[in-house]
C-alpha cells in the first residue's frame, strides 16, 4: 500500500513538473508561433508597397464565369476597397453591349475584409498582451485567452467564408448604385461581395411587373444571390428579376489568409488539448 501510494505521489510530481513547462514554455512558444502566423496574415490585408506604411497596392482582376460571356470585366482592388470597376453587359432582350465603370473620385469599401482584418488585429492584440514575461499559473488562463483568440478568428473566417443575405430592396439603395457614371439604368441591380477567396459581381436585370400581371406578387427575402422570378417593390412599382449574371475572380492573398486563419485555429486547439489532459489528472485544481 504505501509502495502504491509512493507510486503515485511520484507519478503526481512528475505530472505537475510536466505541467509547470507547459505553462512557462511551451505555452509562450505557441503564442509566438500564432503571432507570427497572424503577422503573415495581417500583412496580406494591408498590401502596401513598403511593409505596412503607405497606400495599398492596386490589383486588377479579371472577371471570368464558366457558364456565360454576357459579362465581362476587370475590377481593380486596392486593399480592402474596390477603387475601379470595368464591366461590359451584353443584354439579353438586343444583345446590345453596355459599358458600367466607376466614378473617378469613389471607391467601394468591401466591408467583409475590413471586419477581417479588423478581427485578426485584434486576434494579434490578445496575443501580444501575453508576453514572454507574463506567467501564466492556471490552465483556466490559458484556455480562456485561446477561446478568445479563437474567437476573433472564427469571425475573421466568417466575414470572408459568410456573404451577407440581402432583399432585393436592400441592394436597389446600396450605396453601390451610385459608384457608377453613367448612373446605372433603372432596370439593373448590381451587387458586389467576397465568398472565401473569390471577389463576386452581380448583375440583375429587372423588368416591371403591370398591375394587371397574372403573377402572384410575393416579394422575395435575403439571399446571397437572388434567382430569376424573384420580386420585390421599389417606390410605386413591383418588379421581377428576369436575368441574374454572375462573375468571379479569386484574389490569391484571401486564400492564403483562410490558410492561416485555419493552422492557427489548429495550433490554439491543440494547445487546449495538451490543458485539458492535464486537467483530468487534478479535479481539485482550478483548471
Known amino acids: 500500500m504505501a509502495t502504491a501510494m509512493a507510486a503515485t505521489a511520484a507519478e503526481r510530481a ?12 511551451e505555452v509562450h512558444a505557441v503564442l509566438r508561433q500564432l503571432q507570427d502566423i497572424l503577422k503573415e496574415a495581417s500583412l496580406r490585408f494591408t498590401l502596401s508597397g513598403t511593409g505596412t506604411e503607405g497606400p495599398a497596392k492596386q490589383e486588377n482582376f479579371i472577371l471570368g464565369s464558366c457558364g456565360t460571356d454576357q459579362v465581362k470585366g476587370v475590377l481593380t482592388l486596392q486593399g480592402d476597397a ?9 443584354m439579353p432582350r438586343n444583345n446590345q453591349p453596355l459599358h458600367l465603370a466607376f466614378r473617378e473620385d469613389k471607391q467601394w469599401k468591401l466591408q467583409q475584409i475590413q471586419d477581417a482584418r479588423n478581427h485578426v488585429s485584434q486576434a494579434i492584440y490578445l496575443l501580444t498582451n ?21 474567437l476573433q478568428l472564427i469571425r475573421a473566417r466568417n466575414r470572408l467564408t ?7 430592396p436592400e441592394i436597389a439603395a446600396s450605396g453601390l448604385t451610385r459608384m457608377f457614371a453613367p448612373a446605372l439604368p433603372s432596370d439593373l441591380l448590381v451587387n458586389v461581395y467576397i465568398n472565401l477567396n473569390k471577389l463576386c459581381l452581380t448583375v ?21 444571390l ?11 412599382q413591383r418588379l421581377e428579376v ?38 483530468s489528472y487534478w479535479s481539485y485544481r482550478p483548471f
Open 204 to 224: 440583375y436585370q429587372l423588368h416591371v411587373l403591370q398591375p394587371n400581371s397574372t403573377k402572384n406578387f410575393r416579394p422575395a427575402g435575403g439571399a446571397v
Open 130 to 150: 501575453r508576453d514572454a514575461s507574463y506567467q501564466f499559473k492556471t490552465g483556466a488562463e490559458v484556455l480562456k485567452l485561446m477561446d478568445a483568440v479563437m
Open 242 to 279: 428576369s436575368h441574374v449574371h454572375k462573375v468571379e475572380c479569386v484574389i490569391p492573398w484571401l486564400n492564403d489568409a483562410l490558410v492561416f486563419f485555419t493552422v492557427s485555429l489548429q495550433l490554439c486547439q491543440q494547445l487546449k488539448d495538451k490543458i485539458s489532459v492535464f486537467s
Open 14 to 25: 512528475v505530472l505537475e513538473e510536466e505541467f509547470r513547462w507547459l505553462l512557462h514554455d
Open 226 to 236: 437572388h434567382s430569376p422570378g424573384a420580386m420585390f417593390e421599389w417606390g410605386s
Open 82 to 90: 474596390l477603387s475601379q470597376a470595368d464591366v461590359n453587359l451584353k
Open 162 to 168: 459568410t456573404p451577407a443575405t440581402l432583399t432585393l
